[in-house]
C-alpha cells in the first residue's frame, strides 16, 4: 500500500527536500500551506514538486486546520517541520515565535494525539536548544541552554513530543537538528547571505558585504543528507531522539574565506562588520556528537563544507546572472 506523508513547513527548505525525498520513495506527498502575500512556494517551483504534492489550506496556529489536515490526507507519517525559524526575528517578535515554534507544535501533536495516534510523529528539534553550551560536543544526552525566544519555544516543543510519547505512546521522534544548508536556504540565514552576498560580489552588482559576528561556529551540513535522517527516524521500531550534525565545527569567518575564495575573492576586502547583526545573546559554537544517529540509523552523510559552498555559491551565480 502507498504510504501517506503530511508535511508542515513543506515550502521551506527542508519540506521541498523531504518532500522529494518521499516522492521518490513512492509516499504520497501532502503539505501545508499559509496563505501569505509573497512567493512562500519558491522552492517547490523550482525543484518542480509543485504538481507532485497535494497542498492543504492551514495554519500551525489553527488547530481546526490540522485536525482537517489529517482528516483529508490520512497519514502515516507527519513530520512538523513548520516554524518561525529564524534565530533573529525571535528576539523582534517573541511572542509569535513561542506560538508558531512552540504551541504550534504541540497543536500538532493534538491533532495526531485526537485523529490517529498510531501516526508516526517527527518533531523538528534545534541544536540552538543547547545555547550556552556545556560540553566541547553535544549529543542528545546534554542538558539545554537556550539563548533566545527560538531557542526556548522549541525546548518546549521537543519535551512535548516527549510527553506526548510518554503519556499516549505515540511514535514520536525528536531529531536535534545542527544547521543545514543548501541552495535552497532562506536568504537572512549566514550561508547563503554569504553565497549570494559573493555572486553579487563576483558579478559586479555589489561591493560589500555586511555581516555580523564572525566568530561564531557551527556545525553546517547539506540539508539533503539530513532529511534522509528524519525518515530514518520514524522507520525505527521505537520512537528516540536523535542529535544530527557532521561533527565539525567551523566559523563565519571560515565559511566567508571558503565562499570568496571559491570564486578568486578575498573575504578580507569586501566583509564589513557591522553591529547591528549582532544578537543579543550569542550561540559562540555548535559541534555535533551525532554517534547515535550514526549507529542506531545508519545515517552516514558525505558532503564536506567545501562541496557544500562551492554548491551554493554556483546556484547563486546562476541565480544573479539571470536577473
Ligand atoms: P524554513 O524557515 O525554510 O521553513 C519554515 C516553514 O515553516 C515554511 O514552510 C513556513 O511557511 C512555515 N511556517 C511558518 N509559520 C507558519 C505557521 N504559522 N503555520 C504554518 N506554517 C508556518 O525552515 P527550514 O526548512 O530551514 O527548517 C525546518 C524546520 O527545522 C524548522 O522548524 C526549523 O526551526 C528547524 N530546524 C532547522 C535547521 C536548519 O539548519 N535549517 C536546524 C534545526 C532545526 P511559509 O513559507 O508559508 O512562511
Ligand atoms: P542560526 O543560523 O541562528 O544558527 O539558526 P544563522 O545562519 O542565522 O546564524 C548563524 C550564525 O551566524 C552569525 N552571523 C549572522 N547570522 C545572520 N543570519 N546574518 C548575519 O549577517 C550574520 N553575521 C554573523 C549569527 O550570529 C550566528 O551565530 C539556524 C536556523 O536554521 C534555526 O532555525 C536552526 O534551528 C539552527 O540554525 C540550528
Known amino acids: 500500500m502507498t504510504k501517506k506523508a503530511y508535511i508542515t513547513g513543506i515550502s521551506g527548505q527542508d519540506g521541498a527536500y523531504l518532500a522529494r525525498l518521499l516522492l521518490g520513495k513512492g509516499y504520497e506527498v501532502f503539505g501545508l500551506q499559509t496563505r501569505r502575500g509573497s512567493d512562500t512556494l519558491w522552492r517547490l517551483r523550482e525543484m518542480e514538486l509543485l504538481d507532485k504534492v497535494t497542498l492543504l489550506d492551514g495554519d500551525l496556529l489553527d488547530l481546526s486546520s490540522q485536525l482537517r489536515a489529517l482528516e483529508k490526507s490520512q497519514p502515516d507519517e507527519v513530520y512538523n517541520l513548520a516554524a518561525q525559524s529564524f534565530v533573529a526575528t525571535s528576539w523582534t517578535q517573541p511572542v509569535l515565535t513561542a506560538q508558531v515554534t512552540g504551541i504550534g507544535a504541540l497543536n500538532v501533536l ?40 527560538y531557542a526556548f519555544s522549541k525546548v518546549f516543543a521537543h519535551w512535548a513530543t516527549i510527553n506526548y510519547r510518554e503519556s499516549f505512546g505515540i511514535h514520536a521522534s525528536s531529531g536535534i537538528l545542527f544547521n543545514h ?107 555535533a556528537d551525532p554517534s547515535k544517529a550514526r549507529q542506531k540509523l545508519g545515517w552516514n552523510p558525505q558532503t564536506t563544507l567545501a562541496e557544500l559552498v562551492r554548491m551554493m555559491v554556483d546556484a547563486d551565480l546562476k541565480r544573479v546572472e539571470r536577473e
Open 110 to 149: 493534538e491533532a495526531v494525539r485526537i485523529f490517529n495516534s498510531r501516526v508516526r510523529f517527527y518533531q523538528a528539534s534545534s541544536s540552538e536548544m543547547f545555547g550556552k553550551v556545556e560540553s566541547d560536543k553535544q549529543s542528545e544526552k546534554v542538558k539545554f541552554h537556550p539563548r533566545s525566544p
Open 181 to 287: 544548508e543548501s541552495p535552497l536556504r532562506g536568504l537572512e540565514f549566514v550561508t547563503r547571505k554569504i553565497t549570494d552576498g559573493v555572486a553579487r560580489i563576483k558579478l559586479g552588482k555589489q561591493e560589500k558585504l555586511a555581516l555580523g559576528n564572525l566568530d561564531a561556529r557551527r556545525d553546517w551540513g547539506y540539508a539533503e543528507d539530513y532529511v534522509e535522517a528524519m525518515w530514518l527516524m520514524l522507520q525505527q521500531d521505537e520512537p528516540d531522539d536523535y542529535a544530527v550534525g557532521m561533527g565539525r565545527t567551523n566559523s563565519v569567518r571560515e565559511f566567508c574565506e571558503l565562499a570568496f575564495g571559491h570564486v578568486g575573492l578575498d573575504y578580507q576586502q569586501h566583509v564589513v562588520v557591522d553591529p547591528a547583526f549582532y544578537r543579543p545573546a550569542e550561540v559562540d559554537v555548535l559541534f
